[in-house]
């Protein structure tokens, strides 16, 4: 089992709906959860970090974390075309360095006019 | 404000043929590192480095050399290269105290491929 799962999609959505994004993973030991977009021949840029359990709204995005679950969740409201992009989860235990932060594979998203 | 510079963009190598690609950035960053993205297989790690004359293995290091001479700079070489070499390479830098958050800066990416 890996320890981070994601599905790739792709996803299709029109404009204005709402996108559930997720990632499952299988260490207890994870303690900081990201989401990173990836535009079409970019780098990566982080979108939103949440510690431990919770939610967390920046805008039209919210992510969520369920830790007995192991589940964490990107929700986006109100999608617009420049939202189409791939959406990488990503986490790393608490106190772990830049070398052990696990990335999941990525969603691909499109959001349609 | 550059941020993270990668060059070069593209790079197409012959198997056998060695090369370097170059990381800079400018933001003082003591973490710097280097993944690959390949489709189907996500991000994955290949080396990395905690500070200037520090450098250590990520998940897939076999074939590739670092060095890390100053704080800005962070070269990723290439030995020998290989077709399983083809793919989109990423370097990417943190502040230490953005390390446990996970926030990684990352350059636009290299593409090199090996024929």
């Known amino acids: 089992q890996k320890e981070v799962e994601q599905d790739p999609g792709p996803l299709s959505v029109p404009e204005g709906a709402i996108v559930s994004l997720n990632c499952t993973y299988s260490?207890?030991?994870?303690?900081?959860f990201m989401w990173y977009r990836q535009y079409s021949r970019k780098g990566p840029e982080l979108l939103m970090y949440?510690?431990?359990?919770g939610n967390k709204e920046d805008g039209r995005f919210t992510a969520q974390v369920d830790k007995s679950s192991k589940y964490i969740s990107l929700f986006i409201r109100d999608s617009q075309p420049s939202d189409s992009a791939t959406y990488l989860c990503?986490?790393?235990?608490?106190?772990?360095?830049?070398?052990?932060?696990?990335f999941g594979k990525g969603t691909k998203l499109s959001v349609k006019p | 404000n550059a941020g993270v510079t990668q060059t070069p963009k593209f790079q197409v190598l012959k198997t056998g043929q060695s090369m370097t690609l170059q990381c800079a950035q400018d933001?003082?960053?003591?973490?710097m590192s280097w993944y690959r993205q390949d489709p189907g297989m996500g991000l994955r790690l290949i080396h990395y480095?905690?500070?200037?004359?520090?450098?250590d293995q990520g998940e897939v290091p076999n074939g590739y050399n670092v060095s890390r001479s100053t704080t800005e700079d962070f070269p990723l070489r290439l030995l020998s290269a290989a077709p399983s070499q083809t793919s989109v390479y990423f370097c990417?830098?943190?502040?230490?105290?953005?390390?446990?958050?996970?926030?990684?800066?990352f350059g636009e990416g290299s593409r090199l491929t090996v024929l």
């Open positions: 480095s905690v500070g200037a004359g520090i450098t």
């Open positions: 949440t510690y431990s359990s």
């Open positions: 933001m003082n960053h003591e973490y």
């Open positions: 260490n207890s030991a994870f303690q900081y």
């Open positions: 990503a986490m790393i235990l608490y106190g772990g360095s830049q070398g052990n932060l696990i």
């Open positions: 990417a830098s943190s502040l230490p105290g953005q390390t446990n958050t996970g926030e990684l800066f």
